[in-house]
C-alpha cells in the first residue's frame, strides 16, 4: 500500500511540472531578414488646414418683368445645372446655370414683381477652392503649380488632387476663420518629413505672419463650400542612400547603428541618419550603396 501511495504522489508531480509548463508564455520566435542600403526618394512634405470655397458665385436675378410665383428651391439646397430655382406666374422659370449650392436668396413677396435687388446665389461646386494658411517661415517652401493631396472632415477616407493657383498675404478675416478652423479641428500636423501649418500666432507668444494659398480640386459631387479640410504638399524630392526603418537601431548612448552582412559574419556597425518616413531612414555616413543589412523579425 505504502509503494502505491509513493507512486501516485510522483505521478501527480509529474503532472503538476507538465502543466506549469503548459502554461509559462511562449518565446516569441525571431527570424532574420536582410535589406540593402539603396538609393530611395525622401520627401518632405506640408501639412496644412483650411476651408472649401466656391471658386466662382453667380447672382441670378429676379425679373422685373414677371409676378414672382414661389421658389423652387431654399438656401442651402445643392442644385444642378437646368433645374428651376425661380417660379413665374405666367409658368416660366429661372434655371440654374451651373451645378452648385444656394447659397443666399432675397425674394420679392409672392404675386409681386421683384426689384432690381432681389437677387439669388449660386456657388458653383464643379470647381471649388482649399484656401490654407501657412506661416511665413514655410510659405518659400510653396509655389504656384505645387500638387497637393486633400482630404475633408466629413469623409476623410476619400482624397481629392489640388494644385495651388494662388499665394497671397492673409487677410484678417481669412486669419480669424484660419484661427477658428485650427480650434475646431486640431491642428494639422506631420511625423518624419513632414511640416504643419495653422493659426495665428506661435507657441512663443510672438506674432506671426500668415499667408494664404489657394488650391483648385475638382468635384466628384460630393464636396460643398464650407466643409474643413486639410492638405498634404509635398514640397521636396530627395535622393538619398536609405535603409528599411526597421533595420536601424540604438545603443545604450542612444547612438545609432545597423548590423551589416558580409561574408565573415554579421558586425556591428555605427551609422549617422537623416531624415525618416514611415518606412525608410536616410544613412548620412556609416554605409555605401548595396551594403546588406540585417533586420529581425519576431512572431
Do not use: W
Not at 223 to 239: F, N, Y
Request: net charge negative.
Amino acid at each position: 500500500m505504502k509503494k502505491r501511495i509513493i507512486a501516485a504522489s510522483a505521478v501527480a508531480a509529474a503532472v503538476a511540472v507538465a502543466l506549469a509548463f503548459t502554461h509559462l508564455p511562449r518565446a516569441e520566435a525571431v527570424t532574420y531578414t536582410d535589406a540593402e542600403a539603396s538609393a530611395y526618394t525622401m520627401e518632405q512634405t506640408l501639412t496644412a488646414a483650411g476651408q472649401i470655397r466656391a471658386a466662382s458665385t453667380e447672382e441670378i436675378a429676379f425679373s422685373t418683368s414677371k409676378t414672382f410665383a414661389g421658389m423652387c428651391v431654399e438656401e442651402g439646397d445643392a442644385v444642378r445645372q437646368g433645374q428651376h430655382l425661380i417660379s413665374y406666374s405666367d409658368g416660366t422659370y429661372e434655371d440654374a446655370p451651373a451645378n452648385g449650392v444656394i447659397s443666399d436668396i432675397d425674394a420679392p413677396q409672392t404675386g409681386s414683381v421683384a426689384e432690381e435687388d432681389n437677387t439669388l446665389t449660386l456657388s458653383e461646386t464643379d470647381e471649388l477652392i482649399l484656401e490654407i494658411s501657412v506661416p511665413e517661415d514655410e510659405i518659400g517652401k510653396l509655389a504656384k503649380g505645387d500638387e497637393a493631396k486633400i482630404t475633408v472632415n466629413a469623409d476623410s477616407s476619400k482624397t481629392f488632387n489640388g494644385t495651388i493657383t494662388s499665394i497671397k498675404a492673409l487677410s484678417a478675416d481669412l486669419l480669424d476663420e484660419a484661427e477658428t478652423d485650427s480650434t475646431e479641428d486640431g491642428e494639422a500636423s506631420g511625423a518624419g518629413g513632414e511640416s504643419s501649418a495653422s493659426g495665428g500666432f506661435d507657441d512663443s507668444g510672438g506674432s506671426t505672419a500668415y499667408y494664404a494659398a489657394s488650391l483648385e480640386l475638382i468635384n466628384d459631387g460630393t464636396l460643398k463650400p464650407g466643409m474643413s479640410a486639410s492638405c498634404t504638399v509635398t514640397i521636396s524630392h530627395r535622393s538619398v542612400l536609405a535603409v528599411p526603418i526597421e533595420a536601424v537601431q540604438f545603443d545604450e548612448d542612444d547612438a545609432p547603428y545597423v548590423e551589416t552582412v558580409s561574408g565573415s559574419g554579421v558586425e556591428k556597425t555605427s551609422v549617422t541618419i537623416g531624415e525618416s518616413d514611415a518606412n525608410y531612414v536616410e544613412i548620412t555616413e556609416g554605409l555605401s550603396e548595396g551594403d546588406q543589412v540585417r533586420i529581425e523579425v519576431r512572431r
